[in-house]
């Protein structure tokens, strides 16, 4: 089994592309008006709009409503980014912070509450660990 992907259903499936596009540098491969996934070497985050859920069952998921999932990514230099990202992201949780085991973090929310963390491993563990 390999993990390939997350979705968040959104209420703006464009607003929220465009945030995702700027904040990680990758474009997004549009199917339609409410589905689109910015694919990395690794994974894909898929962005889907309400209109979708019906496809699986009624009300079984509604957007803005995360408070249990952080989308992570990691990038080489957690620094940078956040020094990108100030004056583009609304709602930083920290600024780059060295987390104990051993990734420098940046934890913000995109515009529909979700939390991401960016982060850069900074230990010799955890730089082995995330080798590429």
């Known amino acids: 089994m390999d993990f390939v992907s997350i979705r968040i259903i959104t209420g703006d499936v464009a607003r929220l592309v465009r945030f995702y596009e700027r904040a990680t540098g990758v474009l997004a491969n549009w199917a339609n ?3 689109a996934e910015l694919r990395t070497a690794s994974a ?8 979708t859920v019906p496809l699986f069952a009624p009300d079984s998921a509604r957007p803005a409503e995360n408070r249990s999932v952080i989308i992570e990514f990691l990038v080489d230099d957690v620094d940078g980014v956040h020094q990108n990202l100030t004056g583009f992201v609304e709602d930083f949780v920290n600024e780059p912070t060295t ?3 051993g990734n420098r973090a940046l934890l ?3 515009p529909d509450g979700n939390l991401v963390n960016f982060f850069t491993p900074v230990t010799a563990a955890a730089v082995e660990k995330f080798a590429r």
């Open 99 to 101: 987390m104990p085991w």
């Open 108 to 110: 913000f929310r995109d």
């Open 33 to 35: 008006e409410d589905f």
């Open 44 to 51: 894909t985050l898929a962005i889907a709009g309400t209109r």
